[in-house]
């Protein structure tokens, strides 16, 4: 395979993956508005890494404009997943965290991503397996 099929290959997979594992492909399977799926993913990114969330964040996390961005937060809230804080430094700030259902949301996905990812490598050596997510993160970590 040349250097160009195999960019094609790649292509084609990603393309597949995103497709069957995006989050509004779960959410469809759930009780939640699919797009407060994207919003939970960002909140949930940030909590994990000790950042704040605003609505600038999402925007910028989604790469799209702060109006739809707020649109986004507003389906996210009233999904009940995520909830407005007061930023005690700046009362004009609303910070964005998860709510309880919204950390049972975000772990329910993970579950049902990672019994699929389980599935896919159960013929797959333990070496495979180690060698697929160093280069999947390596690959990951080139996009960004």
Do not use: C
Request: glycine share 4%.
């Amino acid at each position: 395979m040349n250097d160009k099929a195999q960019v094609e290959a790649v292509e084609q997979a990603m393309v597949v993956i995103r497709r069957r594992q995006a989050r509004r492909a779960m959410a469809r399977r759930a009780e939640h508005d699919p797009a407060a799926y994207d919003v939970l993913d960002v909140v949930e990114a940030a909590e994990h890494d000790g950042r704040e969330v605003t609505v600038t964040t999402v925007a910028a996390a989604l790469a799209v404009d702060q109006p739809r961005a707020s649109k986004l937060v507003a389906k996210a809230v009233a999904s009940g997943l995520v909830e407005r804080r007061a930023d005690q430094q700046d009362g004009r700030k609303a910070l964005l965290v998860r709510t309880g259902a919204g950390k049972k949301a975000s772990d329910e996905i993970h579950e049902t991503r990672q019994a699929a990812f389980v599935r896919a490598m159960s013929d797959w050596t333990p070496d495979e397996r180690a060698e697929f997510a160093r280069l999947l993160t390596r690959f990951v970590g080139a996009l960004a």
